[in-house]
Nanobody, 119 residues
């Protein structure tokens, strides 16, 4: 499984960004997909996950109402609105055949990350 993120960048507070992650390889292993983030000096944090089977999603409390996760063909998106400086981090796309939680250890496959900076 390979995951390639795009869409990161720099934005002012209150702005929006849309992250994309294109997955390749065994679709079975990508049944659950999501996004994590890690800011300098902080632990990796689960942002949002979604099941490609039934569309059920989960969000971290810190992003509820502002971020939205969705899936397309071989792609998972993260629409980020009303961005705040605390959202600044490296964002990673993840995949796993079984995971449903926002725990980093639950996911077997990780992308290289895309940087989001909010000022």
């Amino acid at each position: 499984v390979q995951l390639v993120e795009s869409g990161g960048g720099s934005v002012q507070a209150g702005g929006s960004l849309r992250l994309s992650c294109v997955g390749s390889g065994d679709t079975y292993r990508r049944r659950s997909m999501g996004w994590f983030r890690q800011a300098p000096g902080k632990e990796r944090e689960g942002v949002a996950t979604i099941s490609t089977l039934d569309g059920i999603s989960k969000y971290a409390d810190s992003v509820k109402g502002r971020f939205s996760i969705s899936v397309g063909e071989d792609t998972v998106y993260l629409q980020m609105n009303s961005l705040i400086p605390e959202d600044t981090a490296m964002y990673y796309c993840v995949a796993d055949p079984w995971a449903t939680s926002l725990r980093a250890t639950s996911y077997d496959y990780w992308g290289q990350g895309t940087q989001v900076t909010v000022s």
